[in-house]
T-cell receptor, first 115, second 111 residues
Framework: SAVISQKPSRDICQRGTSLTIQCQVDSQVTMMFWYRQQPGQSLTLIATANQGSEATYESGFVIDKFPISRPNLTFSTLTVSNMSPEDSSIYLC????????????FGSGTRLTVV | AQSVTQLGSHVSVSEGALVLLRCNYSSSVPPYLFWYVQYPNQGLQLLLKYTTGATLVKGINGFEAEFKKSETSFHLTKPSAHMSDAAEYFCAVGNDYKLSFGAGTTVTVRA
């Protein structure tokens, strides 16, 4: 299965600032996904990122708050903008495609704390 | 629309005992079903998946799950718990390349 490197692994940020999270895959993948896991809760899909097109956002998530880039088939970024303490969560990148064999490989996540 | 219900947010088992984690789903189309494990401060690791074919699916670390369409269930079992099985387990249903997760079940293993 694909191997995902996600950076940073954790960060503490001031409210009102922005953080960009990077997701690098060791093979070309068609689809990349960004999930949020709020403290003590399950995972919620934020958006789907395909190369060459704008990301598709799920209900409750908007591009202005969570802009996503997908410049090629192995890389994506998620930015958490104008952060508030409510954005404190684990953000996870996931991939599917030829390298993942429909198994949805996940990165190790970015643990974000907003103070 | 699709959703997942995991029965029991916490399960405690003795080492060597059976592990049973319950998952029921709803899906408007034939589902793809997954179990993931999350160890503390780590990402998710795929335990096993059901897409088509054999309804009894074997995964890593001795886990297996059975897809029962009539019961809309996909329960996860392991015959003998090990201390290293202590983690959080998520059931998920996939449709159109999107995953919907259950709330998760935390497993503790008693020595």
């Amino acid at each position: 299965s694909a191997v995902i490197s996600q950076k940073p692994s954790r960060d503490i940020c001031q409210r009102g600032t922005s953080l960009t999270i990077q997701c690098q895959v060791d093979s070309q993948v068609t689809m990349m996904f960004w999930y949020r896991q709020q403290p003590g809760q399950s995972l919620t899909l934020i958006a789907t990122a395909n190369q060459g097109s704008e990301a598709t956002y799920e209900s409750g998530f908007v591009i202005d708050k969570f802009p996503i880039s997908r410049p090629n088939l192995t890389f994506s970024t998620l930015t958490v903008s104008n952060m508030s303490p409510e954005d404190s969560s684990i953000y996870l990148c996931s991939v599917d495609g030829p390298g993942a064999n429909y198994g949805y490989t996940f990165g190790s996540g970015t643990r974000l704390t907003v103070v | 629309a699709q959703s997942v219900t995991q029965l029991g947010s916490h399960v405690s088992v003795s080492e060597g005992a059976l592990v049973l984690l319950r998952c029921n789903y709803s899906s408007s189309v034939p589902p793809y079903l997954f179990w993931y494990v999350q160890y503390p401060n780590q990402g998710l690791q795929l335990l096993l998946k059901y897409t088509t074919g054999a309804t009894l699916v074997k995964g890593i670390n001795g886990f297996e799950a059975e897809f029962k369409k009539s019961e809309t269930s996909f329960h996860l079992t392991k015959p003998s718990a090990h201390m290293s099985d202590a983690a959080e387990y998520f059931c998920a249903v996939g449709n159109d390349y999107k995953l919907s997760f259950g709330a998760g079940t935390t497993v503790t293993v008693r020595a």
